[in-house]
Every structure is written in C-alpha cells, then in structure tokens.
C-alpha cells in the first residue's frame, strides 16, 4: 500500500444520511454488501462473521467488480449521486433487476467499522486494485454539527480518505472482496449480546438452538403470530434476515463463521 491517502469527498446531503444511521442495524448493512453482489451478477457471495469474537467481517463475491476508475468517481462526489435513479427497471447483463439506486449502501459500512479494505478484480478491463477506506470516528453529535454547518453554507464535506494500489489481475480472482478493519465497538456488543436470541425468548434457554426447526418456532409462533425476526440478535438478524427470495432465485449464498 503506497503512503499517499487522498480525501473522500462527499455532498452535505450525503453526510446528514450518514449521521443520522441510515443503516442502523448490522444486518441492514450486510444486506446492502449482498445487494451489490446480486447487481454485479454474481454467482457467489461468501460471508465471514467473524463469529464469536465479531473482530473481523468479509463478504466476496464472483460478480463483475470494478474498475479503478469507477472506484475513484465514488471517492470523489460519486457517494449519494442518483444517477441510477429511474422510474424504469434496469437490468444487468444477466438480466437481473438493478437493485442499486441511490448510491449511498456503501457507506452503511461506515456504521459498523472506521475502515475497510476492498479488493476488486475487474472483468472488463482486466485490471485490480486494492483499496483502503478510512472513515473518522465521528459521534454522532460531531457528525450532526458538521452536516448542519455544511448545509447552511452549501458546503462540501471531507468524509474520509482512500488509499489504492494496483494489484495483478487474476480471472480467478474475478469479482469483490470487502474486509472490515476496526469494527465499531457498539457494532461487536450488539453482535455478542445474544441475551436476546430467540432461543432464550421463546423457550428460556441460553446457548444456539438444538435444531433448525427450534429456530424456526422461535420466530413463528402460531400462539403469538406477530413475532418476529425483530425480535431476535442482530447476530440471528444477520443470518436469517437479509434474505430475500428474490436474491434467493439468483444468488448462492455461503456464511461462514
Ligand atoms: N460487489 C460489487 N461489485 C461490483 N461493483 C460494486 C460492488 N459493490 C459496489 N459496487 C459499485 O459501487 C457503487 C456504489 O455502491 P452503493 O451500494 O453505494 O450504491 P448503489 O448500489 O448504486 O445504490 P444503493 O445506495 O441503492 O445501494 C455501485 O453502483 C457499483 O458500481
Ligand atoms: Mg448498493
């Protein structure tokens, strides 16, 4: 990795989203990693947890990657650009809908740590690089004071800084792979807290279920239909609630501990 970290710029609007927990839940976040995936017609997309100790997280995919050039446009204004935004549905190469509109999932990753690497091997242009992003650890009272500055005077926000070297390409590489480095600390506590696992909810006990069916009638009990996945861990959330049988039609999915 070279020494030269260059800003992240980002638009005020941008930044109010950020501070206000657009994506409050980790498994909102892991959603928007599978989501672009699925746009970036992947086949697979692997999950590492990090599971018991949530110190480390990864998802990687065969999908299409990125060049370094859109990688780039991203850094520099490309964050919250509606450009994809259309009343009609856009389709990838494999004919799957876009899910992908806003252009802002990328920073739900700023939620649960304050950098992550990316690794991209670029079908098209048959170039990689490898990126690092570092995100500040703002409070949540810092980055309200300064997105409300930054409206008022029609400002832009530095957000960050990347870092990026080119890699050698390797087909077999072929797709994304974002690693999580210093995860937020709320982010791990949630993710250990499993006090509320449903487990212990619906039947009073600690510890995983025995099978999957005691996991099943955790969330769905027909005594009580309104329970929910809601109710569960993020760690449960994480596992069972991104799915969506949309994604489901197209995606493989491994997670790992
Ligand atoms: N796994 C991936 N493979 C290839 N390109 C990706 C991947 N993840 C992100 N990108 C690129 O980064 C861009 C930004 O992703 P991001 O999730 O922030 O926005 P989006 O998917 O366009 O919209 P939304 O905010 O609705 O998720 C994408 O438009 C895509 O070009
Ligand atoms: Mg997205």
Not at 66 to 87: D, Q
Not at 185 to 201: A, D, Q, V, Y
Request: glycine fraction near 8%.
């Amino acid at each position: 990795m070279t020494e030269t970290w260059e800003p992240i710029y980002l638009s005020a609007k941008v930044f109010g989203h950020l501070s206000q927990g657009l994506y409050r839940t980790p498994a909102g976040a892991i959603k928007e990693l599978i989501s672009n995936s699925f746009d970036a017609d992947a086949r697979l997309v692997k999950l590492h947890t990090g599971f018991p100790s949530f110190e480390t997280f990864s998802c990687q995919d065969n999908g299409k990657g990125m060049s370094e050039e859109e990688f780039r446009r991203l850094m520099n204004r490309g964050i919250g650009s509606s450009y994809k935004r259309s009343p009609t549905v856009i389709t990838t190469e494999l004919g799957r809908p876009v899910i992908g509109r806003l252009g802002l999932g990328i920073l739900s990753l700023a939620q649960i740590c304050t950098r992550f690497e990316i690794i991209s091997h670029h079908k098209v242009s048959k170039t990689a690089f490898r990126a690092m992003i570092k995100f500040p650890p703002y409070t949540r009272q810092e980055m309200d004071k300064i997105a409300k500055k930054a409206l008022l005077e029609d400002d832009e926000i530095h957000g960050g800084e990347y870092q990026l070297v080119e890699e050698q390409y390797d087909s077999a590489k072929q797709g994304l792979r974002v690693f999580t480095k210093y995860l937020r600390e709320p982010f791990r506590k949630r993710m250990r807290n499993i006090s509320h696992l449903g487990n212990k909810i619906a039947f009073g006990k600690s510890g995983p279920y025995k099978t999957f069916d005691q996991f099943l009638n955790a969330i769905y009990n027909p005594k009580k239909p309104t329970q929910s996945l809601n109710l569960l861990s993020d760690y449960d959330q994480l596992i069972f609630g991104w799915h969506s049988p949309h994604l489901f039609d197209f995606l493989t999915t491994e997670i790992l501990q």
